[in-house]
C-alpha cells in the first residue's frame, strides 16, 4: 500500500477490537518515530510504550473514558521535556560527534545557534516548541501505523496534570503532550468505519504560486 492509499485506509478508530499488534509491526512504528524531522534535529522529546493493561485502566478515566486506551495493543504517551539544559545540547552535540565522526570545533557555530535558541526564548516558549517537535513524530508515526495495517487513534482529551501524576513524568523530567493507542480496528461496532473520510478538496486546500 503507497502512502496516499495508506492515509485514505487510515481514519480516527472510534472502536478497538483488543487485537495484539505483532511486535514487528510496532517496532516498524516506533523506529518511524525515531527517525521523525525535528527543529535542528534535536528530538525534545520522549515517547512512553504502554502494554500494561492494569495501567491502561488507570488511564482510562483521565482520558476521559475513551475506550481505545484499554482496547488497543499498545498505548504510546508522547512526551516533551520540562527543562531545557546546556547539558542535553552537549549530550546532543556528543552524538553528532560520535556518529558523523566529526569535531567539536566543526559544529560549534551549530551547537552555539541551538544554545542561543533555547537561551532566547521563555520556558513556557520552550516547551510550546517541543510540543511541535512532538506533532511532528505524531505525525509520522500515525503514517507509519498506516502504511503497515495498524490502527490509530490521535488523542488530546486527556488530563496531563492528572496522567503526568500518575505515570511521576515530573520527575523523569517530562509532561505529556498526546496519546496515541495503536491496534486494530472492531469492524462491527465502530460506527465511524464505514462513514466517508471528510477533507477539503485540493482546489480548495492548495493555491499554487506559478
Not at 37 to 60: A, D, W, Y
Not at 75 to 98: G, K, P, R
Not at 168 to 185: C, F, I, N
Request: glycine letters at 6%; aromatic letters at 6%.
Amino acid at each position: 500500500m503507497d502512502v496516499v492509499n495508506a492515509l485514505r485506509w487510515r481514519y480516527a478508530c472510534k472502536k478497538m477490537s483488543g487485537a495484539t499488534v505483532p511486535v514487528e509491526k510496532i517496532e516498524k512504528v516506533l523506529e518511524a518515530i525515531r527517525l521523525a524531522p525535528t527543529s535542528m534535529g534535536f528530538q525534545p522529546l520522549t515517547v512512553l510504550v504502554i502494554t500494561n493493561l492494569e495501567l491502561r485502566k488507570k488511564i482510562l478515566p483521565i482520558a476521559n473514558n475513551q475506550s481505545q486506551v484499554v482496547d488497543c495493543s499498545h498505548l504510546l504517551v508522547f512526551c516533551t521535556w520540562n527543562q531545557f539544559t546546556t547539558e542535553q545540547v552537549a549530550s546532543y552535540m556528543q552524538l553528532i560527534m560520535d556518529t558523523r565522526g566529526v569535531t567539536a570545533a566543526s559544529i560549534s557555530g551549530f551547537k552555539q545557534a541551538l544554545e542561543n535558541l533555547l537561551a532566547n526564548r521563555t520556558l513556557e516558549e520552550n516547551r510550546e516548541w517541543a510540543a511541535k517537535q512532538a506533532y511532528l513524530a505524531f505525525g509520522v508515526g500515525i503514517t507509519a501505523a498506516a502504511m503497515e495495517g495498524v490502527d490509530a487513534t490521535p488523542m488530546e482529551g486527556f488530563n496531563p496534570g492528572l496522567l503526568d501524576e500518575l505515570l511521576a513524568l515530573e520527575k523523569q523530567g517530562l509532561r505529556s503532550v498526546l496519546l496515541l493507542p495503536l491496534g486494530q480496528r472492531d469492524e462491527i461496532n465502530d460506527w465511524l468505519l464505514k462513514l466517508p473520510k471528510v477533507r477539503q478538496s485540493a482546489s480548495h486546500l492548495f493555491i499554487h504560486l506559478d
